[in-house]
């Protein structure tokens, strides 16, 4: 029953108020009760000949109160069993559902301690015998009708309404059978004190009631497993119909469920062997729901973690990279599948890694050791945007684990990709099946993609730029969520800023904080180990060998394999090179600017590493030392594609993919990246227009005054 809201449970409302009879108004007395006195009456007594009056305590007023006119006095809610009418007095039944008999339902968890004689109730005949028919109350309430009651001779299985009319020492119960035309019904739930999730490993052997969110279906070949969620975490709940069958087939997840059930232990993790579970609905079930997000929403609040190197750009993004944080560890703790994609290279794959060691243990910890095999999933994308293939692939994973397991639609971690307006097609898809998604991406921002995004993580939203690499942002996002994760990843956004070029401020401290574990070599050595192995993992995350060339495990293997994909990569770039290098055509434009031209297609090797964009960047290496302190750009173009790279020249690359759209229609333009390094894909047949206007755009752009400085030989990948 509620308490009523007006009394507050007093069951009276104060209206004014009027001198107190006892001390005439003065709230002091000149006797006192020596029995009922207190020290301090005694002293007060004795020294000022008065003491304070015991009944309106030294105010001299005594309220003047009147029944509550909402609860009649009785201080709390009482409503009919039945008709669920409001009553006036503590009664279970108003005067119209009175007028006929009461018909109880035992809950299956219900024992013979919920049972009262003389109540009537509704059971199943279970079994016959020569004296009579055995009937079940509930699943272990079962009583005998004496040949004796019965007028006629039921059969197994038939519904009857009995009437408890004795209950014997040894526990036998007597039952009568009931005749009736007319009658309500009442659901009796076992009555039973609330427990909480965190405490069920105190209450092994014993039966208790927990209230809570589905979070998970999932049937196996015997039991069913439910996995319930309460403000205070998380436990599994296994109910048996018959093997492979599934229990309760009308609770699925979301939903809000009373469960009353046996803790037991299975292979050392707490399980609660269901004996009843009911929804709940209305306001049971906000209540429910309310202080589960509440604890959740509490626990889910980041680490207050210092960043690993001043910036004024991170300082800026502080509530931004905060709200991923909390999104994750939300999605963690409500036991939700998390899917991290990212870009394949040395900058994505460090940013994806430092998330993946900061929340495994976290999964491990709230689900179970088993649980990141089914709740986490990391996947590389080959482009430097979400494509429609990698949310079709996502979309199939989700909705077959929804279909076969029960599980909830995942959580969508975008790293080093998901920025752009490239992005937007694959995002649309992903918000019809409901999908949220998060984004941490240093490419240029298209406001477009905010829409489809529970929130974005960016540099360009700071005043910052893609110098500013996912890895650094990716590691200080894993602080927050974990911060015990922070020694293992210190190192990667280092790594990043060599992997992607960086000449950002942030890029040298965070450089220099790793220097004596790993000099500049040893960072470039691992980028390129990095790009080399994600080109022949292709759409695999390869977390073990990534895990090694990260130096997340033995240092001996980290160091033997990094050298050995070093020596086979850099062998494959010298091949490359030596095809491609004699068949470059440069031009020095009027700006200034040497622009280079590859056709990749042509004159490189297919199908093998290193790939165009990878292989332009080699040959754009080069030519920069060969041009030192002049502006520089590179171009490899393929049938329907080109690559960009540049140094010393003010481009726009997204703003130029835009304006080649307007200009050349029909030339199926598209593409991004970076300002000054990116990607164009167009419609082969209009390869020469497009480039053509290309070279046109870049005619046009500015050149840096200072002076340029040839870019070290190293890995890089857009």
Same mark, same amino acid.
């Given at each position: 029953?509620?308490?009523?809201?007006?009394?507050?449970?007093?069951?009276?409302?104060?209206?004014?108020?009027?001198?107190?009879?006892?001390?005439?108004?003065? /709230?002091?007395?000149?006797?006192?009760?020596?029995?009922?006195?207190?020290?301090?009456?005694?002293?007060?007594?004795?020294?000022?000949?008065?003491?304070?009056?015991?009944?309106?305590?030294? =105010?001299?007023?005594?309220?003047?109160?009147?029944?509550?006119?909402?609860?009649?006095?009785?201080?709390?809610?009482?409503?009919?069993?039945?008709?669920?009418?409001?009553?006036?007095?503590?009664?279970?039944?108003?005067?119209?559902?009175?007028?006929?008999?009461?018909?109880?339902?035992?809950?299956?968890?219900?024992?013979?301690?919920?049972?009262?004689?003389?109540?009537?109730? #509704?059971?199943?005949? =279970?079994?016959?015998?020569?004296?009579?028919?055995?009937?079940?109350?509930?699943?272990?309430?079962?009583?005998?009708?004496?040949?004796?009651? *019965?007028?006629?001779?039921?059969?197994?299985?038939?519904?009857?309404?009995?009437?408890?009319?004795?209950?014997?020492?040894? /526990?036998?119960?007597?039952?009568?059978?009931?005749?009736?035309?007319?009658?309500?019904?009442?659901?009796?739930?076992?009555?039973? &004190?609330?427990?909480?999730?965190?405490?069920?490993?105190?209450?092994?052997?014993?039966?208790?009631?927990?209230?809570?969110?589905?979070?998970?279906?999932?049937?196996?070949?015997?039991?069913?497993?439910?996995?319930?969620?309460?403000?205070?975490?998380?436990?599994?709940?296994?109910?048996?119909?018959?093997?492979?069958?599934?229990?309760?087939?009308?609770?699925?997840?979301?939903?809000?469920? $009373?469960?009353?059930?046996?803790?037991?232990?299975?292979?050392?993790?707490? #399980?609660?062997?269901?004996?009843?579970?009911?929804?709940?609905?209305?306001?049971?079930?906000?209540?429910?729901?309310?202080?589960?997000?509440?604890?959740?929403?509490? $626990?889910?609040?980041?680490?207050?973690?210092?960043?690993?190197?001043?910036?004024?750009?991170?300082?800026?993004?502080?509530?931004?990279?905060?709200?991923?944080?909390?999104?994750?560890?939300?999605?963690?703790?409500?036991?939700?599948?998390?899917?991290?994609?990212?870009?394949?290279?040395?900058?994505?794959?460090?940013?994806?890694?430092?998330?993946?060691?900061?929340?495994?243990?976290?999964?491990?910890?709230?689900?179970?050791?088993?649980?990141?095999?089914?709740?986490?999933?990391?996947?590389?994308?080959?482009?430097?945007?979400?494509? *429609?293939?990698?949310?079709?692939?996502?979309?199939?994973?989700?909705?077959?684990?929804?279909?076969?397991?029960?599980?909830?639609? &995942?959580?969508?971690?975008?790293?080093?990709?998901?920025?752009?307006?490239?992005?937007?097609?694959?995002? $649309?898809?992903?918000?019809?099946?409901?999908?949220?998604?998060?984004?941490?991406?240093?490419?240029?921002?298209?406001?477009?993609?905010? #829409?489809? *995004?529970?929130?974005?993580?960016?540099?360009?939203?700071?005043?910052?730029?893609?110098?500013?690499?996912?890895?650094?942002?990716?590691?200080?996002?894993?602080?927050?969520?974990?911060?015990?994760?922070?020694?293992?990843?210190?190192?990667?956004?280092?790594?990043?800023?060599?992997?992607?070029?960086?000449?950002? &401020?942030?890029?040298?401290?965070?450089?220099?904080?790793?220097?004596?574990?790993?000099?500049?070599?040893? !960072?470039?050595?691992?980028?390129?180990?990095?790009?080399?192995?994600?080109?022949?993992?292709?759409?695999?995350?390869?977390?073990?060998?990534?895990?090694?060339?990260?130096?997340?495990?033995?240092?001996?293997?980290?160091?033997?394999?990094?050298?050995?994909?070093?020596?086979?990569?850099?062998?494959?770039?010298?091949? #490359?090179?030596?095809?491609?290098?004699?068949?470059?055509?440069?031009?020095? !434009?009027?700006?200034?600017?040497?622009?280079?031209?590859?056709?990749?297609?042509?004159?490189?090797?297919?199908?093998?590493?290193?790939? &165009?964009?990878?292989?332009?960047?080699?040959?754009?290496?080069?030519?920069?030392?060969?041009?030192?302190?002049?502006?520089?750009?590179?171009?490899?173009?393929?049938?329907?594609?080109?690559?960009?790279?540049?140094?010393?020249?003010?481009?726009?690359?997204?703003?130029?993919?835009?304006?080649?759209?307007?200009?050349?229609?029909?030339?199926?333009?598209?593409?991004? /990246?970076?300002?000054?390094?990116?990607?164009?894909?167009?419609?082969?047949?209009?390869?020469?227009?497009?480039?053509?206007?290309?070279?046109?755009?870049?005619?046009?752009?500015?050149?840096?005054?200072?002076?340029?400085?040839?870019?070290?030989?190293?890995?890089?990948?857009?």
């Amino acid at each position: 029953m509620n308490q009523c809201e007006r009394c507050q449970g007093r069951g009276v409302l104060t209206v004014g108020e009027k001198p107190c009879p006892n001390c005439n108004g003065k /709230g002091t007395t000149e006797s006192i009760s020596l029995g009922e006195a207190s020290d301090k009456d005694m002293k007060s007594l004795i020294e000022s000949g008065s003491a304070k009056c015991s009944v309106c305590q030294g =105010s001299g007023k005594i309220p003047i109160t009147e029944i509550c006119p909402d609860c009649h006095g009785l201080g709390r809610e009482y409503l009919c069993v039945v008709c669920k009418t409001k009553l006036d007095s503590k009664k279970e039944l108003c005067e119209r559902c009175a007028k006929k008999p009461l018909v109880h339902i035992l809950d299956p968890a219900c024992d013979i301690r919920d049972i009262s004689v003389g109540e009537i109730y #509704q059971g199943k005949v =279970s079994g016959l015998a020569n004296f009579g028919a055995f009937v079940d109350l509930s699943d272990s309430v079962r009583g005998l009708a004496h040949n004796k009651y *019965l007028k006629s001779r039921p059969e197994a299985g038939d519904a009857i309404m009995v009437t408890v009319r004795n209950i014997l020492p040894n /526990g036998n119960i007597e039952l009568e059978p009931a005749e009736l035309k007319e009658y309500n019904t009442v659901e009796v739930e076992k009555d039973l &004190p609330l427990s909480k999730a965190s405490d069920l490993h105190s209450q092994v052997g014993k039966t208790v009631m927990i209230k809570g969110e589905v979070i998970q279906v999932k049937q196996t070949g015997g039991p069913t497993i439910f996995t319930l969620a309460d403000d205070s975490g998380l436990v599994f709940c296994a109910a048996f119909e018959r093997a492979g069958v599934r229990a309760y087939a009308d609770i699925d997840s979301d939903m809000m469920v $009373r469960v009353i059930g046996e803790v037991s232990l299975r292979n050392n993790q707490v #399980q609660v062997e269901i004996k009843s579970m009911k929804r709940l609905w209305g306001g049971d079930a906000s209540v429910v729901k309310d202080q589960i997000e509440k604890a959740i929403d509490l $626990r889910a609040e980041p680490a207050q973690t210092e960043f690993l190197v001043k910036s004024e750009i991170l300082d800026r993004l502080r509530p931004a990279m905060k709200a991923v944080a909390k999104e994750i560890r939300r999605a963690v703790l409500k036991s939700r599948p998390i899917v991290v994609r990212h870009h394949a290279d040395a900058d994505g794959i460090s940013a994806a890694v430092a998330i993946e060691m900061a929340i495994l243990p976290l999964i491990a910890e709230v689900s179970g050791p088993d649980a990141e095999y089914h709740n986490y999933r990391r996947a590389p994308s080959k482009a430097p945007f979400y494509e *429609l293939e990698d949310v079709t692939k996502d979309l199939t994973f989700a909705l077959e684990d929804q279909s076969r397991h029960g599980q909830k639609m &995942p959580l969508i971690v975008l790293m080093d990709n998901g920025s752009t307006e490239e992005d937007v097609p694959a995002m $649309r898809q992903a918000q019809v099946y409901g999908l949220e998604m998060l984004v941490v991406d240093h490419h240029h921002p298209h406001k477009i993609v905010d #829409q489809f *995004l529970v929130a974005h993580v960016n540099p360009a939203h700071a005043g910052g730029d893609f110098g500013l690499t996912t890895g650094m942002l990716a590691t200080e996002i894993a602080r927050m969520i974990h911060p015990e994760v922070e020694n293992k990843i210190r190192h990667f956004p280092a790594v990043s800023a060599v992997g992607d070029r960086s000449e950002a &401020p942030e890029a040298d401290l965070y450089i220099r904080l790793v220097e004596d574990r790993f000099p500049r070599d040893d !960072l470039k050595k691992i980028a390129l180990a990095l790009d080399y192995e994600a080109f022949w993992q292709r759409f695999n995350d390869g977390r073990g060998l990534i895990n090694d060339i990260l130096c997340l495990g033995r240092l001996d293997r980290h160091q033997k394999i990094v050298e050995l994909l070093c020596e086979q990569a850099n062998a494959a770039i010298d091949e #490359q090179l030596r095809a491609s290098m004699g068949n470059v055509k440069s031009t020095k !434009l009027p700006n200034g600017i040497i622009m280079n031209v590859l056709d990749v297609e042509n004159f490189a090797h297919k199908f093998t590493f290193p790939p &165009p964009g990878k292989t332009s960047g080699e040959v754009h290496d080069r030519l920069c030392q060969k041009y030192d302190g002049k502006p520089v750009v590179t171009i490899g173009y393929g049938p329907d594609f080109a690559v960009l790279r540049s140094r010393g020249v003010r481009m726009n690359i997204p703003q130029m993919v835009k304006e080649l759209m307007e200009e050349i229609p029909n030339g199926g333009v598209s593409g991004g /990246g970076h300002l000054v390094v990116g990607s164009i894909k167009f419609v082969g047949g209009m390869r020469k227009e497009v480039l053509a206007k290309l070279a046109e755009k870049i005619a046009a752009c500015s050149v840096d005054e200072v002076p340029l400085k040839a870019p070290a030989l190293g890995a890089e990948a857009i």
